[in-house]
């Protein structure tokens, strides 16, 4: 399986996730790609049979760059799924929501519940126990749990 994975990153904590969540997909035995939606255009994506999503919390939802990302986005794979992650300050953020409500109209499918990985501070660090929350993740967007 191939897993295009899509992130927006300020401080670095989403492009940590992203990273790990590669190589722990790649780890299970399938393939990845990694790219920071300001680097790649929205409607160049490689075709991929699930595509993940890691945004910050901005003010309650994604920033305006991911929304953008995601407003624009073409995906000629219509059988695709897609996953969430959102880094966060407040558990209560409605970041996964409202980027599922962007993704609504494109026609994928939901592998997964979304993720939340707590920031502890402004710029980070990420909470103890993220690996394990990502690689649980990986395991659950694939299928093999």
Known sequence: MKVCIAYESKFGNGEK?????????????????????????PNSLPQADIYVFSSPTHVGGPPGKMKKFLKKMEIGKKEAKYALITTHMDPNTKTI???EALLEPKGLTKASDGLKIKVTGMK???EDG???KLDEFAANILGEK
């Open 17 to 41: 996730c992203a990273h790990y969540l590669s190589g722990a997909i790649t780890k299970i035995g399938h393939e990845t790609e990694v790219f920071s939606i300001r680097d790649v255009k």
């Open 97 to 99: 929501e409202k980027m």
């Open 124 to 126: 980070g660090p990420l």
């Open 130 to 132: 993220f690996e394990e």
